[in-house]
Structure formats: C-alpha cells, structure tokens
C-alpha cells in the first residue's frame, strides 16, 4: 500500500503537522511572562492528538529558558498528591533539591488529624501552593505537566490555588489533558470549568488532522510521497490522529495496531455487562449505525439499549451522528478494535441479523450485501452485489462498483451459468480500467473472451477485443501487439458463418485505426477509419461512429493544419456526453487534450484538458484523469509555469501509477523542469525512463518527446555530439510516416549540435531535411521552428542582418504561441545576433530581459546562456561568466545558499553550477576550485 524510502532517508521523529498557530499562541503567552506577568495554558486533545509532541515543540523553541516537568499516571487519581510527588521526584533530578524535600516533606507531615479536616486540607494545599509560586517566581520558568486528566483532587486542587496568583509570577504552566477522557464525574471537569470561568486559564484544542496534513504527515514517517488513495485509506481509519497514523503505518498487516487495539478492549471490559452486547452489534452495522436498525438487532427491551448507550456516549466511545438518526463510533479504530474482538460464531449471528434487518428497513443493495458476505450467505451476498454494482457503475461511481463487482466473483455460485459469469468478468474489466487498475482490466477481459469463446458466443468476445486492446496500450504492450491482436481478429470474424454483425467489425476496425493514429501512422489511421467509418454507418451503430470520429479528427490535427480536425473532435465529444456515453466522452477529452498540448495549441489544451479533468473526477475515470494531469504539466511548462508544473507532473506521477501513458508523460514533463534548472543528472534520469517506456512501446508520441530533452540537455551540458547522434536517432522515426508534430522541436536542436561541432553543411544538410516535414504538414503551431533553425545558420555564415529577420519573427511566434523555452532561447539568439552586428545596447536589453524571465522560474541553464551572451561569447578559461562569479564565491568560501543569496538564484542552481565547474575543471573538491580562481587571478 504504501511505498517508503530506506531506513537513512527516513525521519525517525515525524513532523509536527498543523500545530503552527497553537505554537506560535504559546510563544506569544511566554513573551507576557518575560515581563512578569505568569501564564496557565490548558492543552486540550483526545488521545493520541500530538499534546506531547506539541509541548516538546514549545520547549525546543524556548531553549535558554528553565524548564521543568511533571507527570501525571492512570492510578494517580487514586493516590493522594500524586502529580506533586512527581514534580518533585523531578525537581529532585535537577537544582532544586531543596523545594522537592519541601514538597515531599508536606504531604509526609500531614497525618490528618481528627480535629478540623477541612481546615488541615486548606492548609496543605495553601502550603503546597505557595511552595510552587515560590519557585514559578524565581526567574522566567516553563513548568510542563502532561495527562491533567489522571490527576487526584488535592494536585488539583494545588493547581488551582496556584492559577490564583501565577499572573504575579514569572512562570508559564502548560498542562495537557485528554478531553475524551473527562467523564461527567471526573475531577478535572469540575477544575477546568471553574479556572476557564474565572479566567485563570485558557485554553487551545488540537483539532484533528484533515486529509492534506495528514498525507503531510505520511510523507514525513515514509520518505515520499504517497498516492491519495493510500493517504485516503489511512485517514478514513485513522480520523486524522497523528498517533494513530503513526501506528498503521508502523503496522500495516493488522486490523487494528496492538497498542490501540489492546487500549480499546480495555475500555470495553470496564463497561457494564449489559452494554458490551449494545456495542458489539454497532461494531457489526458499521461505524455509523441507525439507531432503529441497532435496536431491531439486539432484540432487547428498549430501556436496556437506552441505558447501554447512554454509557457509551458518557465514555466518549459513541457521538451523536449529523442527521439525528444514527450514532457514529467515535474513531473508526474504536469500531475496529471492538469488531475484531467478537467471537467468530457471535459475529456471523450478528451479520446475518443485521443483514435480514436491513432488509426489511429498506436499506442500500451494497450494505446488505456486504452483511450477507460476513454472514457467511454467498447466494444472497451475489444477488445483492450484482445489484449494487450495476447501480455503483451507472451513478459513474466506478470504485465502489469495482469492491461490488468483486464481492460478486468472490460469492457467484459454483452453477452460475456461463454467460452470466462471463458478463461479471466484462462489466469488472470495465470499471477497473475506469479506476487505473489496468493489469487487473486486462486480466477480467481476457477471462470474459475466453468464457464466451468457451460457450461459443464469438460476437461477444470479439467485442471485447478492442477494449483489451486498449488496456494493453496502457499496460504499454507494443503497436505491433496491439495491432496484431485486432488483426487476428478481424480474420476470425470474417471466417464465421453466419457473417458478424456488421457494428463488430466496425468496433474492430475503428480500434485497429486509433492502433495506427497513436503511433502517428497517420495514413494508415485514415484508411482504416474510412473503412470503420463506413461500417458504422451501415450498422447505425452510433457509440462506434463517436469513436471513429475521435479518431479521424486527432488524424487529421496530426496530419495539416487542423481546422476539419479540431470541429470533429469537439463536436464528438459533445455529442458523447449528450447521449451519456461515458467511455467515449473520456476518450475525446484525453485526444483533444493531449493533441493540443503537443501541436502547441496551449489555449485550446488549458481549455478542453480543464474540462476533462472536471468530466472525468465526477465520473471516477482515474486513468484518463491522470493522463490529463500529466499533459496540463506539460502545458505548464511550455508557458513557463515551472512551480505548478511540477507540482502537477509530480503528483501525476504518484497517483497514476496504473497507466503508463500517465507515467512518461510526467517523467518527460519532469526532465523538461530538471533541465531547464540546469539539473542535469536528474534530468536524464527521467528522461531515460521516459525513453525505454517508449522503445518499449515502440510508439512515436512515447519516444520521440524523451529523445529531444536528451538531445536538449547533451546540448546544453557540452556533447553537441550526443545531442546530434538523438537528433538522428529521432528522425529515423519520424522521417519514414512523415511526422512533423514531435520532430520540430530538433530542428533548432539539431542545428545547434552541429554548429557547434563546427559542422556548417552538416546543419544545413539537417534544416532541410527537418524543415521539410514541418513545412508538409503545416501545423501552425510548429512553423515558427523552421524561421528560427534558418536564422541560426544564416547567423553562423555571418549574415546577421537576414538572420536577425528571421530570428524577430521566429521569437514574435513563439511569444505569440506561449512557448517559453523557445522564446527564451530565440531572445538569446537575438542578443548573440546584436551582440555580432556591434549592437550591445540591444543585445544587454534583451539579455536583461530574458535573465529576468529565466530567474522568476529558476532556469539556471538559461541564465547560463544569457551571461554568455553577456560575456561576449568569451568564457573564463572553461567557465562560463556565470560560473566564474560562482566559482569567485566557492573560493571565498561561501555555502550553495550564500552564493544563490548574492547571485539572487536558488541553492540548487547554485549547487548545478559547482557541479558543472568540478566537471568542466576536472577536480573533485571546492578547494580545487579555490586553487584555480587563485591561479587564473595571479
């Protein structure tokens, strides 16, 4: 479920999560001391909230200060003085044996005399008291006392006496306590209404976690990140307690942690032997449970229920629920604990009681299901799972749908009739694909095929096969698989007797052309689609014809410049969502999101991908979800978003763990941001894994997008020639099905690499080989590279005044377009051109300007490249101007954080540049760098 880092990157003592404002509260109240004016702050919080933690917090900020503690003990409130012996038990380990013998010696001397005994207690608790003060106002002192709520009414009554006159003092007292533990009758109750009523105390309440600060607090026990299914799953059992998230995930094979597990069945063997019957059959309903339906099971007379629940509620185990009607455990682990302790026999009883109840009261197929199962009933646990499911499946609530469907696998009778076993098997692929869970998808298919092939129903299983196709894409099986799968097929079909339907050949058809479409084989797509398309039509089968349609208009977008594709792909997704087919409007939003994403329409992709992504959660589509995500990162990256990109592409890829279409387009999108910050390890670390999940697909669109941020990041940390050798290997891809959508990027790319390799006809060998691509399909969005690539040749022959044409033009469309990494880089080439032609005025304006725009996104290798520019073209030896500055200040000896202080960019970036200056000077330590500064100075 959850996955950690190694033990050495792991934080042994979890953060403190949400406690800000109640730390911040108790460090001002400490400033009021210092003047003198003392302070009793009541920490409030049920068990396991973090009271502890927060007060070891409060001493860690106030390190130069006394500080003092005291604890209080389960069977202190049977003792007399208890919490005073424990402060001076405390006092008597420090510098303060003298006021420990003094309290000590005081509850020793009181023997109770016969004669006045109210008048003697006054007397000790007076003596105690002032003895306590005494010491608050010696200097400025934090006295921390933890678990008030144990404690006996004299140390109680010694506290209060002390609240009297602390304000006179120079101490703070900061006592927790539980408040699910103060019981109608207990001491402290009394205490605290009277020290809040007089004024003599406030008091803070730890509020529970939510579901972020919890995943916050996953993340910091873990290591990492975790997905918000699993963080999900954690705080709906841990009610966002910090102890009891502590506890799964120290343990996550047990139904409830020992610790809390043994703390729970102790509080129910205190209960009175006729509540424990009450409480055992809530445990059965659930954590929340009808009070009529409660009352229906136990069967008993009413007042007996009343009074058991009127216990519980008075030992803080049950709470009212929101609508009146039922009652809720107070935590679901309360309910757990209390569940996995009742007899076997007693159980099952239980379940099918609850189950035949909730029949009768009319309650949820789910629920009683659910009951039917635990009580042992699989017939009836089937019948009413069956009706769940489809019921969950056709409210779009696809993972309650999945555990329904399960549930009837799991209880079908041994003599269910095929077809209706390979129906189950069909509609659980379906939701599981739904839900990311594609393994699982593919393997339910492949058994619903094989059960309707096993009855002799080809028409049904082949209707399947597309969709199993599909699912394989996911799974990132090859096109070749893919397409020989719908081949085979198709063969078999056509060599049935009696002919198919002729809507099954349309749905194989169609499938075999998104086969061709995704591979960006865009001819083939179109052929197949003309033959889909003609199928359909003469079956009217309109869910098939939907699905063409999103396929022939991504072809066509992919294939010239868009504008038949675009109208087709948004009129099919309307009239998807009209006629509520729910698997093709998801489909046409994971196209026209992702075709505009990389055919540099972000507009049109920040539109449609926003929408999809709100179609899609409502409808629980998680794995076309989550590739929206992935491609709204890479929409934000090529606007120069850089922060919310990366947050996006990183949460992507934690939560699509299903799909890996997801996969690498995060990884790509997160090489992108590791490049354009200079980080280039990182950066080829994510984009290598993009690249073999591409390869291993063996599809365009997967490959050809990790090749160029390769190729990008070669460029840009000195191997032209790496950067060349991807460019090459990215146009024998592309070259043969006549791609331009994926290799116009490399056009400048390419160049570049062997201009810098000197190689001036290599260059142009390669622009006219790339640029003709672009300019066949004429994708309006890609032209601008074509102008741009020509410029920085023309600039390379000397011909700055008809480079600079071409290079205004190439920046004034990539600005227009949104794409920031080539608008940065052509300002960079416009500034070199300036620079040439003897314009510095220029070429610093647009330097200036383009660090301005690479700082407020941390693009370290940008900044590299405008102080080069800045620099003259010249380098310090072989440094940059950049990393000259930033070697001066490694030999001056300042930290990465120092140096991104004075040269205003990150650590990081700073630490980037050292690594690139260790590597380009051959040494391994920033005293060799000090060395070469002091050599190249003298």
Known sequence: MFSQTSADTRSDAPALIGREDQVALALRRWESVTTG????????????????????????????????????????????????????????RGQHGATATALRSRLVADPEPAGDQSRSRRMLVSDL????????????????????????????????RVATTITQTSGMILATYRSDELYPRTPLRRLRARLLEQRLAEEVRLPRLN???????????????????AVQGVFDRSDGIPLYVEELLADTTAAVPATIADAVVMQRDSLDSSTIPVLEAAAVIGRSFAIDLLDSVCGSARDVTDRALRELADRNLILPGSDG????????????????????????????????????FGFGNSFISDQYERARQPANAYRYAILAARDARRLSSHREAVELFRRAQRT???????????????????????????????????????????????????????????????????????????????????ALTPPVPVHVRARLQSALAAAYMLDRCLDDATTAGAAAAALADEGDSLDDRIDIDLTLGSVLVFAGPGTDGWPILESAIAQARELQFESQAARGYRMIGS???????????????AEGLEYTSTTERWNDFHYLKAHLAHVLWARGDWVEAQAIASNALTEGRGGVTTRNTALIVLGYLALGRGDYATARNHLGEAREIGERMNELQRLVPALWGLAETDLLDNDPAGAAHLAEFAYSRSEPIGDAAYIFPFLTTGVRAYLAMHELQKARDWFERCAYLVRYRGIPGTLAAVGHAEGLILLAEGQTSAARSLLEEAQRRWRASDRYWDTVRSAIDLAHCDARSRRPRAAAALVERTRLEATAVDAAAILSLADAVADGGASAGPLSARELDVARLVAAGATNREIGQQLVISPKTASSHIEHILAKLGVARRSEIAAWVVRSQS
């Open 37 to 92: 004016t003392g302070h009793l702050l009541l920490v409030a919080g049920e068990a396991g909230i973090g009271k502890t933690r927060l007060l070891a917090e409060i001493a860690v900020q106030l390190p130069e200060v006394q500080q003092l503690s005291a604890s209080v003990f389960p069977r202190d409130i049977e003792a007399v003085g208890g919490l005073i012996l424990d402060l001076a038990l405390s006092l008597g």
């Open 412 to 494: 079908a009778p041994g003599l269910l009739p095929q077809t209706d076993r390979a129906v189950l098997y069909a509609d659980l692929g379906e939701v599981l694909a739904a839900t990311d869970d594609n393994e699982g998808a593919a393997a339910a298919l492949v058994s619903a095929i094989e059960l309707y092939r096993s009855i002799g129903d080809e028409v049904s299983a082949a209707l399947l096969v597309p969709r199993l196709a599909a699912v394989r894409h996911l799974l990132g099986v090859s096109y070749d698989g893919r397409a020989s799968l719908l081949d085979e097929e198709l063969r078999r079909v056509e």
């Open 129 to 160: 008291a002032a003895t306590i003060t005494a010491l608050l106002s010696e200097r400025p002192t934090l006295l921390r006392i933890e678990d008030l709520h144990w404690a006996d009414e004299l140390s109680l009554d010694v506290l209060e």
């Open 325 to 360: 009607a039922t009652l809720d455990f107070r935590h679901a682990l309360i309910r757990d604990a209390i569940y996995e302790n009742i007899a076997p026999l007693r159980k099952r009883d239980l379940h099918s009681s609850v189950a035949e109840a909730a029949v009768l």
């Open 211 to 229: 579901a972020a600060q919890t995943g916050e607090l996953i993340r910091s026990i873990a290591g990492s990140t975790q997905s918000s299914e």
């Open 595 to 609: 075709c505009a994403s990389v055919l540099v329409e972000y507009d049109r992709a920040s539109r449609w991908i």
